[in-house]
């Protein structure tokens, strides 16, 4: 999976103009149901964190990209669990992965709509809040204003932790080297 994490950072810092596009796109699969089980997003945007922290990379449109992306995964995601309901559940790859449907069902019931802004710091909740958001009929203006504030919020603090990561390594490694 790490080699994976890098040849796509690679490719972004290799394609910075197309950066805003690249953020879009991994953060739209982190919060769609099925696909933020199988893509490694959240590693890929903190991994462009820290090209920011370079200076390889433009933070904006990284935020701007991974915010809108999120919005679109998370609200297909809502719609899903909204029109097919339970069996939405059922589809693979969810089917397969019973305990994160019980930790989403656990959230809900403990947290009721702030489960949906958790639910986007939490990877293993991100996998199905959305969905169940839906499947329970959580009425969409409640969904919405949670969930966009969700979208923005992630999509600043997943590459700006990687970029005070790389700012710290950087620090720490130019105390020892004396550079």
Same mark, same amino acid.
């Given at each position: ?9 690679? =490719?972004?810092?290799?394609? %910075?103009?197309?950066?805003l596009?690249?953020?879009m796109?991994? /953060?739209? /699969? ?18 462009? &964190?820290a ?6 990379l433009d933070?904006? $449109?990284?935020?701007?990209g @991974?915010?809108?992306g999120?919005?679109? &995964? %998370?609200? =297909? %995601?809502f +719609?899903?669990? +909204?029109? =097919?309901? $339970?069996? @939405? ?9 019973? /305990? ?10 403990? +947290? ?21 958001a839906?499947?329970?009929r959580?009425?969409?203006w409640?969904? @919405? ?5 969700g979208?923005?919020?992630w999509? +600043? ?12 390594l &950087?620090?720490?490694?130019n105390?020892?080297?004396g550079?």
């Amino acid at each position: 999976m790490d080699g994976i994490v890098e040849t796509i950072v690679g =490719f972004i810092r290799d394609n %910075s103009d197309w950066a805003l596009w690249i953020a879009m796109i991994f /953060a739209a /699969a982190e919060t769609t149901a099925f696909l933020s089980i199988l893509i490694p997003s959240t590693a890929i945007l903190f991994g462009v &964190g820290a090209l920011v922290a370079t200076g390889g990379l433009d933070f904006t $449109p990284i935020w701007i990209g @991974a915010s809108i992306g999120a919005m679109l &995964g %998370s609200f =297909f %995601s809502f +719609w899903l669990g +909204w029109r =097919f309901g $339970p069996r @939405a559940l059922e589809m693979p790859p969810m089917r397969d992965h019973r /305990a994160l449907i019980h930790r989403g069902t656990d959230a809900f019931a403990r +947290w009721g709509t702030l489960a949906v802004l958790i639910g986007h710091f939490f990877g293993p909740l991100r996998a199905v809040v959305f969905v169940l958001a839906g499947v329970s009929r959580l009425s969409v203006w409640k969904f @919405a204003p949670v969930n966009i504030l969700g979208c923005i919020a992630w999509a +600043w603090a997943t590459p700006k932790s990687g970029e005070i990561g790389g700012n710290v390594l &950087g620090y720490l490694w130019n105390l020892v080297t004396g550079g």
